[in-house]
């Protein structure tokens, strides 16, 4: 915790040094989030896009993952757009903004997103997974299961094996409810 404390103070020295150190207020807001403050990192990232929005990729990211998590699914979504309007073109944004959508229940666009991050980074086993998330709620449950496999394959962690276990669990269930059913 001291640790994130003295980032901040010296981001704080380095931003009275220079108002313009956009970097300096990246660092504070990945401080703050640590910290759990989580409003005023946010202002921090805001400040840095407005010094630098064309090579800002660390404040969008650090915006658009604390708005989601925040469930601010929109404003996510929002920033995620302009983000890509500004031509960075980042696997974690298109992952983001994917993650906003499926929360917003835009699954169809949650797809788009995934796609486009795993185009860019074709080992973002978080945007395999959130994919297979997307697809689930659209009951494609075969390409669901794939996709928690794959994100298994391509990091070795063991969520993604559950998340494909517990569907697959989930679908035996639904299939000996039917037949008992008939």
Not at 17 to 35: E, W
Not at 136 to 151: G, T, V
């Amino acid at each position: 915790m001291n640790c994130f404390l003295e980032a901040i103070t010296s981001c704080d020295n380095a931003i009275k040094v220079n108002p313009t150190a956009y970097l300096a207020l990246n660092y504070k807001a990945l401080a703050l989030i640590m910290l759990g403050y989580a409003d005023e990192a946010l202002i921090n990232c805001q400040q840095s896009l407005q010094i630098n929005k064309k090579n800002n990729l660390d404040a969008y990211l650090l915006i658009t993952f604390t708005l989601n998590k925040k469930s601010q699914f929109q404003q996510a979504r929002i920033y995620c757009d302009q983000a890509i309007y500004d031509e960075i073109r980042s696997a974690n944004i298109y992952n983001n903004k994917g993650f906003a959508l499926l929360n917003l229940k835009d699954y169809n666009g949650a797809i788009q997103c995934f796609q486009e991050a795993i185009k860019i980074n074709p080992q973002s086993d978080e945007a395999f997974s959130n994919m297979g998330d997307s697809l689930s709620y659209l009951n494609q449950f075969e390409a669901a299961i794939n996709n928690y496999d794959y994100a298994y394959q391509i990091s070795n962690n063991d969520k993604y094996k559950v998340k494909q276990l517990t569907l697959e669990l989930e679908l035996e269930k639904s299939q000996i409810k039917s037949i008992l059913n008939y």
